[in-house]
């Protein structure tokens, strides 16, 4: 047993939320479309509750993308998504001042049937990743 | 179970003998057939605090089920995990095995190996099975630093306040009442019966709504547990589900009114007046009242969409109404016994334009100045407006019908024979395209109306239609209730309509604990389907409030009064009323304390405490981390 990231497929981390996202994660497997198995979906009540660092922690450990799948403006708790929406933009500031590609964060909506929209979002962090990964490879 | 406080901040979880039981199912194939699982259990079998590590073809049959339970006994296991389907599926049923076992249920975490692994992998087998293993190791982390917690149990009181008259809130109060609960409906106009009273007769049943709110009426007034306020205004809302508290400033008597039928018939025959009726003076002055209420179900329905003036023409030229106001006109014979005429014009040919304030889209519909577009479908009016065409065809055979529409929706039980019905009878239908709506102009000949549009059913050709009068079809916009949604804090959606926490779980709830939602205040629903969600949420409110207690999942915030500073970051940052606020210790230190009742478990709190003193209960932010670190492992 092993921990760290290094030497192996990029991961990427899923906040999904419970009511919209969650569900929406798993319409995609009910009809049985496929996507990279490096995307690890976490359940949670609203990301609202995640602070800036945990976001830089999650980097510093070894996560290569996040993607925050909320419920949007569909979101059922009082003003948690634009709140979530700024933190996010708060988080990308921090991430600039320590030389991180922003769009290895990103806050999307997902409804509980969006497979269509889950699996563009997973596909393109996936592609990103990869690519900054294989960048990193080349360059060292 | 009582609390260990040494787990407080998830440290206990190596001072405490945690013992996790992890169980992977193959559920038939649809996991294995993908998933190695015998490599998915031996790596299981090698991670911290895992006692016992199983498998099992159906983990939820009952040969599953009780293979956990015995080894929760044998094993002293203290924690479980299973991997298979969503926990959408069969989390309470796993909660439901703890429970049996003796130990508290909410020490169980599942990892979602079917929806999220199995069935969207089948290409890539090995990487199935690292991306299970790792989802295992996340929830055997969670696992370790889950926390017995018991659910909130509320006292209640039996009663339920029902705001809004119309059908919904009628068809609701005495859903409620038969169910033996109290009842106070608030109605803000003098008279109930709320949009359903402006029609005549009415789809599906060819009924006259007069009749169908009479009856309901009839019934509500004289039931000893419903009490009916009208002209009644909330001024003030406090407390929280089991004991909300409402201020309501009413217009006349107090206490239960029983409607005789003269006053319900005059009451609702004044309505075809117009949305404001002849109304019926309650009595001199008003007075003020509190009304102590277990939940709330708002029933505030919605207001006809009024079009902007120009709007397709509106204003412009007398004969451009929308489609209420001609249901008015014929439900008060203002067309007339012979030829049809309006306002002394005769009327040969008619002309409906479909979607006017409803499916906008930006770029086309913004052109004239309006902000707020509204690009939901309002849903019934295709086919009230196919109905009351059908009527006008029934009424005065000779008149010249055209209907102009991008679609026609008539979605419902038998609206599509009504469709054909009109149809057959020599109804001339035109389609524009999304993009293009119709223009209308006045103009000086006879008839002195002209919609022009390029007709999709003749391959766009460009056609100039002459009629006497154009008829808006206007939809459905949400009532205005913004002192409510301030005051109770309700979540809308992007469209304005009150949202309910999901549409298929929790059709009529709203993330505000205790309030429900029914009929067109959550969206346009015709009235079969308001009456349905009135039952709907008549019976959820029974549920919860039959046993005079109020149990709740316990995922709320709890502050860790040994890290709290009382800097009241969260009590800022809560947009709940009271959910959390500071209070005096014993040491004389302010404190953060959650009122479970009122807290709904979104954790903004947590986010911003500086010492992380305030956490959501099973959705610890040190439970997340140790999720995260999991995921990294190879194991
Ligand atoms: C043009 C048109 C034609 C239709 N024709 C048909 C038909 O033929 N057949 C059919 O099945 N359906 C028809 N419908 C749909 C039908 O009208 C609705 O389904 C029904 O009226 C919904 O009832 P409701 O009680 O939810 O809302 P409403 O009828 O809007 O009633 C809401 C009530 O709540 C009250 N209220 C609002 N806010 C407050 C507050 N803050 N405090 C206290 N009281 C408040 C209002 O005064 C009102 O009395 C039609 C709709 C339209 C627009």
Redesign the interface.
């Given at each position: 047993?092993?921990?760290?990231?290094s030497g192996?497929?990029p991961?990427i981390?899923i906040l999904a939320t419970e009511?919209?996202a969650y569900?929406g994660?798993?319409n995609?497997?009910?009809i049985?479309?496929?996507?990279?198995?490096?995307a690890?979906?976490?359940?949670?009540?609203?990301p609202?509750?995640?602070?800036e660092e945990?976001y830089l922690?999650?980097f510093d450990?070894?996560?290569d993308g996040i993607l925050v799948m909320t419920c949007?403006?569909?979101?059922?708790?009082?003003?948690?998504y634009d709140?979530t929406a700024q933190?996010i933009g708060r988080v990308h500031e921090l991430m600039k001042e320590r030389g991180l590609d922003t769009r290895r964060l990103r806050i999307c909506a997902i409804c509980?049937v969006c497979s269509k929209a889950y699996l563009k979002e997973v596909k393109a962090m996936v592609e990103l990743v990869s690519q900054e990964q294989a960048a990193a490879v080349g360059g060292s | 179970m009582t609390e260990d406080k040494s787990q407080h901040n998830g440290e206990g979880a190596d001072a405490e003998n945690i013992r996790v039981g992890v169980y992977i199912c193959h559920c038939g194939g649809n996991i294995s057939d993908t998933v190695e699982i015998e490599r998915v259990v031996e790596a299981a079998a090698?991670m911290p605090s895992v006692v016992v590590a199983r498998r099992n073809m159906f983990m939820c049959s009952d040969p599953g089920q009780s293979m956990i339970e015995e080894d929760i006994r044998t094993e002293r296991l203290n924690r479980v995990v299973v991997g298979a389907c969503?926990?959408?599926l069969h989390e309470l049923t796993f909660r439901g095995v703890l429970t049996r076992a003796g130990i508290n249920p909410y020490l169980f975490e599942n990892a979602?190996l079917?929806?999220?692994?199995s069935?969207?992998?089948?290409?890539?087998p090995t990487?199935?099975t690292?991306?299970a293993i790792?989802?295992v190791g996340?929830a055997v982390a969670k696992a370790r630093l889950l926390r017995p917690l018991e659910p909130i149990r509320l006292e209640a009181t039996p009663r339920v306040v029902v705001i809004g008259g119309g059908l919904t809130g009628l068809r609701c109060a005495l859903d409620l009442a038969r169910l033996d609960l109290d009842v106070t409906l608030l109605e803000e106009q003098p008279f109930l019966g709320g949009h359903l009273a402006e029609l005549g007769q009415v789809y599906p049943s060819d009924k006259p709504a007069r009749e169908i709110l009479g009856e309901l009426i009839r019934e509500v007034s004289a039931h000893p547990r419903i009490c009916i306020l009208t002209s009644a205004e909330v001024i003030e809302a406090s407390g929280c589900v089991g004991t909300f508290l409402l201020k309501v400033r009413a217009a006349g008597e107090m206490e239960t009114q029983c409607f005789s039928a003269e006053r319900i018939a005059a009451d609702l025959a004044s309505r075809a007046h117009g949305p404001n009726g002849d109304h019926h003076n309650d009595g001199a002055g008003t007075t003020e009242l509190e009304i102590q209420a277990g939940m709330a179900v708002l029933a505030t329905g919605f207001d006809h969409y009024t079009p902007s003036q120009g709007e397709y023409g509106y204003e412009e030229h007398p004969g451009i109404i929308t489609l209420p106001a001609l249901i008015r006109e014929l439900e008060s014979g203002g067309l007339g016994s012979g030829p049809p005429a309006l306002n002394g014009r005769p009327i040969n040919s008619i002309g409906f334009i479909h979607c006017v304030g409803s499916r906008e889209l930006d770029g086309v519909h913004d052109q004239n100045g309006k902000t707020e577009l509204n690009h939901y479908c309002s849903r019934v009016c295709c086919t009230s407006a196919l109905w009351a065409a059908k009527q006008l065809q029934a009424r005065y055979p000779d008149l010249q019908i055209y209907d102009f529409h991008k679609d026609i929706r008539t979605y419902g039980h038998g609206h599509e024979d009504i469709y054909e019905d009109t149809a057959k009878s020599g109804v001339i239908f035109c389609r524009f395209a999304d993009t293009a709506p119709p223009k209308v102009t006045v103009t000086e000949s006879d008839p002195p109306l002209m919609i022009s549009l390029k007709d999709e059913l003749t391959f766009n050709e460009e056609i100039d239609v002459p009629v006497d009068l154009v008829v808006l079809v206007t939809g459905m916009v949400p009532h205005a209730i913004d002192n409510l949604v301030d005051m109770l804090?309700?979540?809308r959606?992007?469209d304005r309509f009150l949202?309910?926490?999901?549409?298929?779980?929790r059709p009529v709830e709203?993330?505000?604990n205790g309030v429900l939602i029914a009929g067109c205040c959550q969206a346009p629903l015709d009235s079969v389907e308001s009456a349905a969600a009135a039952s709907a949420a008549a019976a959820k409110a029974a549920a919860l409030l039959g046993k005079g207690y109020i149990e709740r999942e316990p995922?709320v915030a709890r502050v860790d009064q040994a890290l709290c500073n009382g800097t009241s970051a969260c009590v800022e940052?809560c947009?709940?009323n009271q959910a959390v606020s500071l209070v005096e210790t014993a040491g004389g230190a302010r404190k953060a304390q959650v009122n479970a009742a009122i807290c709904?478990?979104?954790?903004?709190c947590?986010?911003?405490c500086p010492t992380g003193a305030i956490q959501?209960d099973g959705?610890r932010?040190d439970q997340?981390?140790a999720?995260?670190?999991a995921?990294?492992?190879?194991?």
């Open positions: 047993m092993t921990a760290g990231n192996r497929k991961m981390l009511a919209c569900p994660a798993d995609t497997g009910q049985h479309a496929e996507y990279s198995t490096n690890y979906v976490v359940r949670v009540p609203a609202v509750q995640f602070n945990f922690r999650c450990k070894g996560i949007g403006h569909e979101c059922p708790y009082a003003g948690a709140r933190r509980t | 090698k969503s926990p959408s979602n079917r929806e999220q692994v069935w969207v992998s089948k290409g890539d990487g199935a690292d991306k790792r989802l996340a804090k309700l979540p959606s992007a949202q309910e926490v999901h549409p298929k779980l709203m993330a505000v995922f940052e947009k709940y709904c478990g979104c954790g903004m947590a986010a911003v959501v959705w932010l997340f981390d999720m995260i670190d995921l990294l492992v190879n194991y």
